[in-house]
C-alpha cells in the first residue's frame, strides 16, 4: 500500500510538469521562432504598429498566463481574458500580414495564439477551447476567402495546416485533460484505498477483541453451563454458585464496557456494586475525584479486580475509588476468602491484605499515569495473615 | 445514641428555633426541610457552639464548606452509629473526629487552598478512607494505631485554618496544643507550612 499523500504530491507533480512544457514550448515559439519570422519579414508588414503591437500583446498575455499558472493562481476569468486578448491580437497580426501571406512566410500568429488557448484554457471546458480554436481558425480561413484564394490546392494546404496546427493542440489539450484526470482518480482511489485499509483495521481489532472476549467468556461459562445441564455441576454447591455468579458478574461487566458513558470504569464498578447488592451483599461503594482517561487493558483490570472480590465476598463489601488527573486508586475491603485473587495477573500492580481475625480482605490497586506500567507485570503481595480489629 | 452512658440527648427539632444555649455537641441535618444550613452552622460556629455536620449527602464540595463555616466534624448517614457517637464525644472535648467519608473528601481535595498534608497524613487519611479499620492501616503502615490517629488528627486540624475563623476552630487548635498533637509554633503559621523548620516537619507538603 503506497502512502496517499505522496500520491497527492504525484499527481500535483504531474500537472505541473505538463504546465512547465506547456510553457516551454511556448515561449521558445514565441520569443525564438516569432522573432525570426517578424525580424526576417519586417519590410514586407503592412502595418509595423499592428506587427509589433500584436506580438507584444500575445507575449504579455503569455507571460502573465504563465507565471500564474506555475503558481497555480490562474483562475478561470483571468484564463478567459487573457485568451480573448491572444485572440485578438491574432487577428490584429493577420491584419499587418501583406496580401497573400496568410500561409506564408511573415505568418506568425496562428499557430501561437492556437497554443496559447491550449495553454490558457486547458483546464476550462472543452468547449470553450474548442470555441477558441474555430475563432482563431476562422479568421484566417475568412481572409483567404475574401482574397479568393482558395482552391483546390489552397484547400489541401489548409487541412494539411489545421491538421497539424489545431488537430495537434487539441488533441495536446485532450490528452492532458485525460491524463490530469486519470491520476487525481488514481489519487481519489489510492485515498479511498487507504481510508478503507485503515477501518479494516480496526475492524479487525475490535473484531479480535470481540473473539478474545468471547472465547474467554465461552471457555469459562461454557463448562459450567455443560455441568449444570448434565447434572455434574450441583447448583447448591456454594463453590459452583460462586462460579456461576463470577461469570455472570463477568458477563455484566463486558455489557457496561461497551456503554458510552463519560466516566467508563465508575460505570463498571458500579455495575458490579449493583450486581453484589442485588446478590444480597451490603456494599457501599464512594468515590471522589475526577477520573482521567485511562488505558482500556488497565480499566478492565481494575475493575476486573474488585469485581472478583465483590463476588467472593460471604456479606459486606466497601468500594472506594479516589482518582486525580494522574491518578487511579481503587480499593475494595470485603469478607472474602484470601485466595480469591491468588491467580490474578494484570496490568498494575496490586496490594492484597488479608485480616484474618477479622476474615477481610483488603486489595488496593494503584495506576499511575506518569508511571504507567501497563507493559509490565504484576507485582501481587502474597496474601498475608495478620490479626487486627477496626479502629 | 441514648443507649450510651457518656451521651445525653436534651434537645431534638425539626428547625434550629428554639435551640437552647447550653448544648456541648448539635448534630445538625445539613439538609434542614429542604434548605441547605451552612450559613447557620457558621453563625452558630460564631457563637462557640460545637457543631456535627450530618448528612447523606457526600458530596466533597458540601463537605469541605460545612468544615469550613465552623463544623466540627462531618458524618455521613450512612456511616454509623459507633462514628457518630464516637465523634459526639470527641467533639464535645474540642478533639477533632474524622469519619472514613470526611477522610476521603480531605484526601482528594484539590483546591488551591487546600491545606498542605504531608505524605504519612495523606496515607493514613487514604487508608483510613478505604478500610475503615485504623487498626489495619496502622499494621499496613508499620506503625501504631495511636500515631496513625495522631496523623489523621494533625490532617484535620489544618483544614481548621482554612475558611473563615470561628471560635469552634480555635477551641480545637487549643485542644490539640494541650494534648501535645502540634505546638503553639505550628499554629502560629497560617496553613502550618514552613519547610525547614524542625518544629513544623509533620505538616510539611503535600505530593501530589
Redesign the interface.
Known sequence: MSDPSSDIVATARYAHALNVSLVTILAVWHFAYDVLILWRGWPSYTSHAAALGSWLVVAVALVVGSVLLLRGTLGPTTARVLAVATLLAGYLALDSYPSGQVLGEVSWAWNTVGWCGVLLLMRAPLGELIGFQTLNTAAPVLVLAVEGAIDRVMVARLIVVICATVGFQLLFAMTGRLLLRTARQATDLALADAENVGRRSVDEAVHAGRLLRYRQVRERIEPLLRGLADGSLDPSDDAVRRATGLEAARLRRLFAETDDTPDPLLHELRASADLAERRGLDVSFVHYGQPPEIPLVVRRFLAEVPLVVLNSAASWARLTTLTDAGEVIVSVVADAPPDVLSDMRGAVPLSVVFDQEESQLWVEIRWNRAADSTSGSSTTTPSSSRESRPG | MTEDPRIRVVHVGHTLEGLPGSLDVLILDLNLNGRLVIDDIAELACASQRIIAYSQF?E?DLVLAALDAGASAFVAK?EGRVHLVETVVAVAADRPYVTP?AA??M??D?RPDAPRLSERERIAL?W?????????????MGIS?HT??MYIRRARLKYAHVGRAAPTKADMLVRAIEDGLVSAEEIAEPGGVHEGDPAVTGFQGRS?
Do not use: N
Open positions: 457526600t466533597p450512612g467519608t476521603g473528601v484526601v482528594s484539590s487514604l483510613w478512607f478505604q478500610s475503615m479499620s485504623k487498626a489495619s492501616v496502622a499494621h499496613k494505631p496513625v490517629e501530589r
